[in-house]
């Protein structure tokens, strides 16, 4: 089994998507105990001096200004666990739930949060044992960090609430015993430290980013698919075209598309009554590229975050090695939630892309009569994929709503003392349905696309080649889903050629 270790300060994008979606085991590096323990011990020399320390010696929000006793420091941590639980809808699923786990224990390990060892452990121990809090999707307003879910995440570490185990959900004490776990008392800072920070929406960012970049792989060979079917043409790609726009991630589409079409038999030759393709065919590389740009960069973003300390109050020390305790506000979303909301519009472009060339396919009058009608040959008594289009339509429209930035909003909450909010985990929400939807949508495409070169073999003769890129999608989808005669049921198809998605790219 790989392992991780995590020390605050290196965790890496790969490495939160091997947890998530595996068995990575997981560690804590010797120089974050030291880090953690010092924190931790510094908290209580605060408590032992009798200092005014939000959150430690204060309630929380509005309620800042009440002084909590020292003897009550316990109660008053447990309290923000449970009164924070307050989220609902449908729980995270388990990767992202572990991508969760492993940011904010990472995030804990930098030594700045006032956590003890033992109350870090234990996330890492549930990580291992594969012991997932469930943690519903809504709640979070996405400053002050992600309250209502972190909470989620915190009470399993107190046997409260619930956990999914061995893919049976229970409550969270017998969950803890079926691994031989016991839960924490909470002691100061630590209930504060546990629930406040950007957690959440880095996680699912993270998922989503990983995601985005393997659904740009795939629209390029969708595309490229389409073009062969439609006859278009691979002029639009020549490299001095896009050398004389020095977009780096516009150039390398191009080169992408290139390499997909490469020895291609379906490509039209120059041909002076039909000099260029519509837009959805020839500025692949363009729009593409443009997207990949927001790719990146929110992936920049997430690969920023994953080793940010983003709770508060924070931890410092003086030249002296004097403990002093520091609030700001690390825990606002905004970096990330306006970063998710690039990608989800980026990924809109990439939907709109794909439906209005599934259009073509479709629309003989729109390719030309290359294609019949539908991509049927007797329309009329058959639809052939006319509704294929319908729902690519609709799909691509959603997005479109989806789009709007969920950072553009902001509510005031806890008495207007925190007077603006990201809104970034609905933002990561978001971006997570639109690039669903652009899932369902490319393999719309790639059935259409499939069953238009099959028509097309019928007039170019059946020994054209594909594409290097093209011919493994094409192969692969028709050892799924046949050549369709006439009309049939055809959402086990769409659901096949989905499933396949993995494979192809």
């Not at 639980?85 to 949060?113: C, K, W, Y």
């Not at 993270?206 to 629209?219: C, G, K, M, S, Y």
């Not at 490299?239 to 291609?264: F, K, M, T, V």
């Not at 709503?401 to 809104?423: F, G, K, Q, R, Y």
Request: include cysteine.
């Amino acid at each position: 089994m790989k392992s991780i270790v995590l020390d605050g300060e290196n965790l890496t994008f790969e490495q939160v998507v091997e947890v998530a979606n595996g068995d990575t085991r997981i560690e804590i590096a010797e120089s974050a105990v030291e880090r953690v323990n010092r924190a931790a011990e510094a908290v209580d020399k605060l408590l032992t001096r009798g200092e005014i320390a939000y959150g430690i010696t204060t309630g929380f929000g509005a309620l800042k200004d009440k002084i909590i006793p020292a003897d009550q420091v316990e109660t008053l941590q447990r309290n923000i666990v449970l009164s924070h639980a307050v989220g609902v809808g449908e729980p995270f699923d388990v990767p992202t739930t572990r991508a969760i786990m492993l940011i904010r224990a990472n995030t804990l390990a930098r030594g700045f949060s006032g956590i003890r060892i033992e109350t870090l452990r234990l996330v890492v121990d549930l990580l291992n044992k594969r012991v997932h809090p469930v943690i519903p999707e809504k709640g979070s307003l996405g400053a002050s960090g992600d309250l209502a879910p972190l909470a989620h995440f915190a009470c399993v570490l107190i046997g409260e609430g619930e956990a999914e185990f061995e893919g049976s959900v229970m409550p969270a004490r017998e969950a803890l015993e079926k691994v031989r776990l016991e839960p924490v008392v909470l002691k100061a800072k630590e209930g504060l430290a546990l629930t406040n920070g950007t957690t959440v929406m880095t996680a699912v960012g993270v998922v989503q980013t990983h995601r985005a970049q393997r659904l740009a792989d795939l629209a390029e060979k969708a595309g490229c698919l389409s073009l062969e079917a439609l006859n278009g043409t691979a002029a639009a790609f020549d490299a001095r075209i896009h050398d004389l726009r020095p977009h780096p991630r516009q150039i390398r589409c191009a080169e992408n598309l290139r390499r997909i079409l490469d020895g291609s038999d379906f490509v039209r030759d120059h041909d002076p009554k039909n000099i260029q393709d519509a837009y959805t065919l020839r500025c692949m590389p363009q729009v593409y590229g443009a997207v990949r740009d927001a790719i990146d960069y929110v992936e920049w973003v997430m690969s920023n975050e994953l080793n940010a300390v983003t709770d508060n109050p924070l931890i410092f020390f003086d030249d002296a090695g004097e403990p002093e305790i520091i609030s700001g506000g690390n825990f606002h979303g905004e970096p990330l939630a306006l970063s998710m909301d690039y990608l989800a519009l980026a990924l809109t472009e990439i939907g709109n892309m794909s439906e209005r060339r599934i259009m073509r396919l479709v629309d003989a009058d729109s390719n030309g009569h290359v294609l019949p009608p539908f991509l049927t040959r007797n329309s009329g008594i058959n639809s052939g994929f006319m509704l294929v289009q319908y729902t690519a339509a609709a799909l691509a429209s959603e997005n479109k709503v989806l789009a709007h930035p969920a950072s553009a909003d902001t509510i005031p909450s806890s008495a207007n003392v925190e007077d603006h909010v990201s809104m970034g985990v609905t933002s990561a929400l978001k971006l997570r349905d639109v690039a669903e939807n652009l899932e369902n949508i490319l393999a719309l495409e790639i059935l259409c696309a499939a069953q238009g070169i099959d028509l097309r073999r019928e007039s170019v003769g059946a020994d054209r080649s594909l594409g290097a890129g093209t011919r493994p999608v094409y192969e692969r989808v028709r050892k799924s889903v046949p050549f369709i005669e006439t009309d049939s049921l055809m959402y086990p198809h769409i659901a096949a050629v989905r499933s396949l998605l993995d494979d192809i790219c």
